[in-house]
């Protein structure tokens, strides 16, 4: 069970699984007796453009993750993690995929901040930050469509993660197409032996 009460913000772009990543969470944390309450802010999914959905659990009145209230943000591309920081205080775990997704939008004068600049921002700004190489472990796994399941195990390898791996476990194999089962689950364990 939750000693506390536990909220996790995940943020990334369109095409990215988020949605999907919620709903095992969600899931699993419902099959262990835990009230989960989400919400969903699709964006541009369609367009690759921002994504985000806010998962709590425990005793919440509200989907809505309050600013600098959040105990996790997953964030399945940095730029758009740095976008979520109002949700973190400096005891947030950060989770996130350091691969970039450059909009379409950045061009000429406008251009991506380095990587490793925002990981070392985050580094100096907060106390748990995880920056996992989410894309290169899930072309390892076998397709970078696996990417949620890193950023999923790299999630539940958080010591504070509120449920039980087996359950996410269990909860994904409720939710993905079972012939790809075998790659998510070799996605899932890169994920969490990186943080691990």
């Known amino acids: 069970m939750v000693k506390d009460n536990y909220s996790i913000y995940i943020c990334g772009v369109g095409g990215q699984g988020i949605i999907k ?6 899931e699993a944390g419902m099959d262990e007796g835990l ?10 999914s369609q367009r690759g453009g921002s994504v985000s959905t806010e998962i709590k659990i425990g ?14 943000i997953l964030g399945f591309e940095p730029l758009e993690v740095v976008r979520g920081l109002s949700k973190a205080n ?16 950045i061009t000429g004068t406008n251009s991506y901040p ?30 970078i469509l696996s990417l949620n399941m890193v950023l999923l195990g790299s999630a539940v390898a ?39």
């Open 21 to 26: 990543t919620s709903t095992i969470i969600g």
């Open 35 to 44: 009230n989960v309450v989400m919400s969903e802010i699709h964006g541009m």
């Open 59 to 72: 005793e919440y009145k509200s989907s809505i993750i309050e600013d600098h209230t959040s105990n996790m």
């Open 90 to 105: 400096k005891d947030t775990s950060l989770v996130f995929n350091t691969y970039p997704i450059v909009p379409a939008q």
């Open 114 to 143: 380095n990587v490793d600049s925002i990981v070392s921002s985050l580094k100096d700004n907060y106390n748990k930050v995880y920056p996992v190489e989410g894309s290169k472990y899930a072309e390892e796994a076998g397709n």
């Open 158 to 196: 958080v010591n504070s993660f509120p449920i039980e791996k087996e359950n996410i476990i269990k909860a994904m194999k409720n939710n993905l197409n079972e012939k790809f089962h075998k790659m998510n689950l070799k996605a899932f364990e890169y994920g969490y032996n990186a943080i691990k």
